[in-house]
């Protein structure tokens, strides 16, 4: 019996060291997937594809988007531009935002899941290099703010996903509270910290401000 464990113990072992998801520590977010074989530094032009919104709250699809690319450009991994559902190319793309978006062990695919056709497409549509496209999840204003979001970043030039993330943050979360207070200590004179602590959980803007900046923590370069 007890060799039995121990061979079960090394298959575990050999399991977890071959997977390359993150369980972040403070301040990112909680679980995400970074390529290791890609430097994100070499990627070159991004283009930021306003989110997909499954929330019954149209605003907060140009909300997130806008605080999450101006959370990505301060990080300065790579050229950023936005593309907004205003836009006559995010009409034409017709991207399919959820697709390649699982693996067989049910986190996030290798695979982008896009054939040659739609990349090439994206390219001459965008003039990039690599795209990033997502999904509001889910948004909650009341009784507690609940911002969820599905995300990930695709090279153009072989379809692979560079990296990925899903995750809900929920304000009245304990690890939340505390990450929030992390956020503020280390962003804001600790003075005026507290209050802006709780302002964070009644205002929806301040909240979402708090998710892109541990959205922009997750993109490591090498």
């Known amino acids: 019996m007890n060799n039995l464990k121990t061979v079960l113990a090394l298959l575990l072992l050999g399991f977890l060291s071959g997977c390359q998801f993150y369980a972040a520590s403070e301040p990112l977010a909680d679980y995400y997937y970074l390529n290791p074989d890609k430097n994100l530094a070499a990627i070159g032009r991004t283009t930021l594809v306003e989110l997909d919104n499954d929330s019954g709250y149209p605003q907060v699809s140009a909300d997130v988007t806008e605080l ?12 950023l531009t936005v593309v907004r559902q205003s836009d006559p190319r995010w009409r034409s793309l017709q991207l399919d935002l959820d697709s390649g978006s699982q693996t067989q062990n049910g986190a996030f695919g290798v695979p982008s899941a896009y054939n040659l056709e739609q990349l090439s497409a994206m390219q001459k ?24 979001l599905r ?3 695709v090279d153009l030039e072989d379809g ?11 304000s009245a979360d304990k690890t939340t509270e505390y ?14 910290a507290p209050l802006h602590e709780q ?6 803007l301040k909240f979402i401000k708090f998710i892109a900046y541990e959205v922009a923590e997750t993109l490591q370069t090498r």
């Not at 965008?126 to 507690?144: E, F, M, R, S, W």
């Open 68 to 79: 999450l690319f101006q959370a990505l450009q301060k990080k300065q991994v790579f050229g």
């Open 125 to 148: 549509t965008l003039k990039c290099d690599a795209v990033l496209v997502g999904t509001i999840t889910k948004y909650q204003p009341y009784p507690h703010l609940v911002v969820g």
């Open 151 to 153: 995300l990930k970043l």
């Open 160 to 170: 692979q996903l560079l990296w990925a993330l899903e995750q809900i943050w929920d």
């Open 179 to 192: 990450r929030i207070k992390n956020y503020f200590q280390s962003q804001i004179h600790s003075a005026l």
């Open 199 to 204: 302002l964070m959980v009644v205002s929806s």
